[in-house]
Nanobody, 123 residues
Framework: HVQLVESGGGSVQVGESLRLHCKAS????????MGWFRQVPGREREAVGV????????YYADSVKGRFDISEDNSLNELYLDMNNLKPEDTAMYYC?????????????????WGQGTQVTVS
């Protein structure tokens, strides 16, 4: 089993930046794919971006490409999401997720492990 804990959310103004953290623990070695999703009330959870852990292969949603950056520190089992030039439409609950593959990264259901979420509000 893998446990994921997010932190770093908050309220920022348009154009500002924010960094989210995801701390992984447990059977982390079984997960080859980690990433970030976001969700607003009444809408489906959408993929923000993912990485094949240890090989630095990244995928991003078109809506965040060029503004958001995913990185990882394998020695700490931590995943990061650097969000730049934030827009009001980036407002959402952000979730860290893990799976054994990034093949279907744009869908939430292949991801078996989820954090509790951290709120990001841009105004």
């Amino acid at each position: 089993h893998v446990q994921l804990v997010e932190s770093g959310g908050g309220s920022v103004q348009v154009g500002e930046s924010l960094r989210l953290h995801c701390k992984a623990s447990g059977a982390v070695r079984r997960t080859d794919c980690m990433g970030w999703f976001r969700q607003v009330p009444g809408r489906e959870r959408e993929a923000v971006g993912v990485t094949y852990t240890h090989v630095n292969r990244l995928y991003y949603a078109d809506s965040v490409k060029g503004r958001f950056d995913i990185s990882e520190d394998n020695s700490l089992n931590e995943l990061y999401l650097d969000m730049n030039n934030l827009k009001p439409e980036d407002t959402a609950m952000y979730y860290c997720a893990a799976s054994d593959s990034c093949e279907y990264w744009q869908r939430a259901d292949p991801f078996s492990y989820w954090g509790q979420g951290t709120q990001v509000t841009v105004s």
